[in-house]
């Protein structure tokens, strides 16, 4: 239920939840960074999303249920269609003698009510829960219907479509491919696993950097399966031998989300591997990816400097290219002339010419940098150096006038510096072009709603010497995940960067002409004032942001 963002505010002062004062806090930061005012004051610590939910139910003369203390009747969620549930907002959640027990965002909306009582045959009993509870719950008991969207350039071929099962097979498999993909979108699934074994096929989520069972299913569904979303992806259907990648894009809720398709033989079948990209996900800006005000000020510095080389550094996964995007919006899209090569492309950005690396074609990340700098280029992104090629190439527009931003896998900062060695760059040329790197590392955020709070002292940290204690501190606050149904009782919601930035200074212009080890940069860079991922991480569990666990986990 929505209520005006006046009266709002007006009855959640009368109840007492919040002082006028916090009101006119909230409401000036809801005029600077727009949103709902519910979710500013929830955002700013004032209340609780509880709190809203009560005031709204108390205004609108319904109860308000706990979705964590309600168990939810699955034969109760069967009885509205998915289309209705979304259409009007609401979720059945359990009988209540001849009544129908509704969550309801709009529980006034008597047209709805109206509606859901013709399409179940019972009596509607309204209720309110949190947004978060609502839409947690939607998410998990409502199944999306996918359209299919077909690249206009890539038509498949009439003979492909003609899969090897009668109509009987097709269905289930179209449903069930709809199904997982649906799925995996609401539950914001980075990759999803598809994977047969002997007996079972097994479907898993990658759910902020950690797989996750989510279902297991009869072997039988595998081949139809496999079938319908290599046809979707453009691939051979005939062909099992080999590995083969393809591409696909669906449409949910006027949504688009992009799917790279790969599948691998194995022991008992294919098994697909598909990653998704969300276009119309929003680009997270620097102030949001979790830098440390000083390294923030620092990088953004380095970024809008008129030459040299940014690298970023990380494994796969540990969300390189979102940094690059986020440094990409702070620059000058308008003076300057900014072009990206990338694989692939992953967000569309205004004043920012991409192009998508094409192999087959022949366009490489090699060859589509020695176009791009033809084209007047002032600031160039290439989304990875894999070779000696692109790496020179990088390197040496840096030092003809260009600024150059692109990734690079190391382990660490000090890493990246000799890996651009290994590979063949001399390093007066790696001393002369970097202006910084940037290594990172994701860890996940804990639930906010549900985190739980213990204490330790300096003997039970004994194992941590550079914990963050403060001067005369012996005690101190952390938080360890629970689980609740916002966060999937995972205890985790979200995840947030954990960084390291090393400036190459003199003192490591000249380790690297001297070809030092990485060991021996690192623990220069540290004694001129480099924070460690270590101690980023540190500070982010004793800030209680994420868990010593969950640190322990992404960092070794």
Do not use: W
């Amino acid at each position: 239920m929505r209520l005006t963002k006046d009266f709002l505010g007006v009855r959640l002062v009368q109840e007492g939840v919040i002082s006028q004062q916090q009101l006119n806090q909230a409401l000036i930061h809801q005029k600077a960074n727009r949103g709902f005012l519910g979710k500013v004051l929830v955002d700013l610590g004032f209340c609780t999303e509880e709190d809203i939910a009560k005031v709204m139910a108390k205004r609108a003369g319904v109860p308000f249920v706990s979705l964590e203390k309600y168990p939810i009747d699955p034969s109760a969620v069967a009885k509205l269609p998915t289309e209705a549930q979304r259409k009007y907002k609401a979720l059945p959640i359990s009988f209540s003698g001849d009544k129908l027990l509704v969550a309801m965002q709009h529980p006034n909306n008597v047209i709805a009510i109206d509606d859901m009582r013709i399409l179940t045959g019972y009596d509607i009993k309204p209720v309110v829960v949190a947004d978060s509870e609502f839409n947690a719950a939607l998410e998990k008991y409502s199944r999306i219907n996918l359209e299919f969207e077909q690249p206009a350039d890539e038509q498949l071929p009439e003979e492909e479509l003609d899969i090897e099962a009668d109509d009987s097979e097709i269905k289930p498999a179209v449903q069930l491919a709809n199904m997982i993909l649906s799925q995996a979108v609401n539950s914001k699934a980075s990759d999803v696993h598809i994977e047969v074994y002997e007996t079972q096929l097994r479907i898993r989520f990658r759910i902020d950097g950690v797989l996750h069972d989510t279902m297991q299913l009869s072997r039988k569904l595998h081949a139809s399966l496999v079938s319908r979303i290599k046809i979707m992806a453009n691939m051979n259907i005939a062909e099992r031998r080999i590995p083969q990648d393809g591409r696909m894009s669906i449409k949910i809720e006027g949504r688009t989300i992009d799917a790279r398709v790969a599948s691998l033989p194995a022991s008992f079948g294919e098994r697909l591997t598909l990653r998704l990209l969300d276009r119309s996900a929003k680009i997270i800006t620097l102030e949001e990816l979790g830098l440390e005000q000083g390294v923030l000020q620092k990088y953004r510095d380095a970024i809008n400097m008129p030459y040299g080389c940014v690298l970023v550094s990380g494994p796969t996964g540990s969300g390189k290219s979102t940094s690059l995007y986020a440094s990409l919006i702070n620059v000058d899209r308008v003076a300057k002339n900014v072009i990206t090569v990338e694989d692939p492309v992953e967000y569309r950005m205004e004043g920012i010419n991409q192009i998508q690396i094409n192999s087959k074609a022949g366009l490489t990340f090699a060859s589509g940098l020695r176009s791009i700098l033809r084209s007047d280029p002032d600031i160039i992104m290439v989304g990875e150096i894999r070779d000696y090629e692109t790496a020179k190439l990088a390197i040496e527009s840096a030092l003809t006038g260009h600024m150059v931003f692109s990734t690079l896998h190391t382990n660490d900062a000090a890493g990246a510096i000799s890996r651009l060695t290994e590979m063949g760059i001399e390093p007066f040329l790696t001393a002369s072009s970097i202006v910084c790197i940037l290594a990172q590392r994701l860890a996940r955020v804990l639930c906010r709603n549900c985190k739980q709070e213990y204490e330790m002292t300096r003997d039970q940290l004994r194992d941590i010497p550079d914990f963050p204690f403060d001067k005369g501190e012996n005690r101190v606050k952390l938080y360890r995940p629970k689980g609740c149904m916002r966060c999937s009782n995972t205890g985790y919601r979200g995840r947030i960067g954990i960084y390291e930035l090393l400036f190459v200074t003199e003192t490591i212009q000249r380790l690297a002409l001297e070809r030092r080890p990485a060991k021996e940069i690192k623990e220069t860079a540290i004694a001129e004032g480099m924070m460690t991922l270590r101690q980023d991480g540190l500070h982010k569990v004793k800030n209680g942001i994420t868990s010593l666990e969950e640190l322990m986990r992404v960092i070794q």
